[in-house]
């Protein structure tokens, strides 16, 4: 589910009729200030970020004047909610509030259709008051059950005379939750204040993740549930399998503590147990991965090199960690080449210990060490029957043994890219490039047994055997081509796949 802030959830519930307090986001204290001499009178400083309790944690504040509402962002702004910093506050007019209500409407996936949870003493540790929350059935289409509502505000200790207009709030919060196809939406509280009107002092909203696409107006980066705003490389990453659905490809940083021991991996899982599973089993070695990835589902080669790329790109990580759940269907040397070539590109200069179990791993493993054993690092594959935690313990002696003072890591590119000489073929996601300078005839027939294929001999130079459309979305035949050059040490094909965000 992709999670919207709650100053984003309030304008969507504005514009369907239900009144907010007035207010607006800053991102610096000096428009805190701003908003609060707008405003004028008391406000309320909120931090903005996906998680709940955030007055128990100092994300709440109030503020008699200007002054006070921006040193109270000062104070907020950079402070860790959960996994990361905060980089934006609601800033609000002050209620004053008489009453507080539990509205939520959210999808009840057993019944497969939407649910109303009402509450007439709402705030703060609802969840711990289930007895005190009404569960309501909606329709779809129809909305929620109006006589069932209507009969529970009857019942109700509310003024009668704001019953009408309570009621015209939660259906909006339907309405709300049906226009904008969310998952949930949650108002906590709707509150009546002294002077009588009934407002959403609070809401959580989040948006079924294979509807984001439709809603462009709600300008959701990244259709995932995440607990924090995304971070330039789940950007590159969501783009990534945005482009290609061979397969999944999810990437999400972790939080770091920043002590200088900390000891900060690349983790690459493949199946979302058998990935959890190793996780914990590096985790107990003393590492803390700096992301969790997973390349499942049979990933192209190249979405699995587009993966190891991104993982690469964190600072600070002293070794590359990879296993999954060992019985994987899928066909692992496609894997080992999308490895390999990252690893090679890269000139790896860390240890990556990579757990290939499934389908074809002794192929694979072969392929992984065979092509990276001129690398500066250590580079070594295991099969399934390898257990997570013996190759964790074997990764932590690589990286213990590891040479501390290496030249950082950056992308190679051969110098036969990109001349005259070279022959070249314009691919989905790049080009590929072969030195037919260097094309003699054990060259030329490495290629054609290699290319599955894709090439053919002509006057002892290798010429594409299929036209230029079918080969277009050929980039993972021809990453294994260009790997399978490489380990008999004729790197004579290069396929020029660069990441938007990282090689632009």
Known sequence: MARLHEYQGKALLAARGIAVPRGGVARSSHEARVQAERLGGPTVVKIQAWLTGRAAIGGVKFATDPAQAEAVAQSMLGMKAGNFAVSEVLVEERLEINRELFVSLSIDDAARAPVLLLGLEGGSGIEDRAEAVTRIAAHPVDGIDRDALRDRLERSTLPRELIDEVERAIHAVFRTARECEARSVEVNPLVITKDGRVMAADCRVTIDDYAVFRHPELGIEIARELDHPPTALERIA????????????????????????????????????????????????????????????????????????????????????????????????????????????????????????????????????????????????????????SVASRFRALVEARKRDVPKMSRHVPTFVGKASSWSLAIERGRVWIDLSACDSGATALIMRNSLGLFAESKGRPVLAVSEAEAKDKDSEFIALEVECARAGRPIVFVDMPLKGLDT
């Open 238 to 389: 969501y783009a990534v399998e945005q482009a290609d659905h061979r397969g999944t490809f999810y990437f999400a940083e972790l939080p770091r503590s920043g002590k200088p021991d900390e000891r900060l991996i690349g983790f690459h899982g493949a199946g979302g147990g058998g990935s959890m599973m190793s996780m914990d089993a590096v985790v107990r070695e003393g590492f803390t991965p700096a992301n969790f990835c997973d390349t499942s589902g049979n990933p192209s080669a190249a979405k699995v090199y587009a993966a190891a790329r991104i993982i690469l790109a964190q600072p600070g990580i002293i070794g590359y960690f990879g296993s999954g759940s060992g019985v994987a269907s899928q066909e692992q040397y496609w894997s080992a080449y999308g490895l390999a070539k990252a690893f090679i590109e890269m000139g790896l200069n860390i240890p990556a210990v990579i757990r290939l179990g499934g389908n074809s791993e002794d192929r694979a493993v072969e392929i992984l060490e065979t092509a990276c054993r001129k690398l500066p690092a250590k580079v070594e594959g295991y099969r399934k029957d390898d257990t997570p935690a």
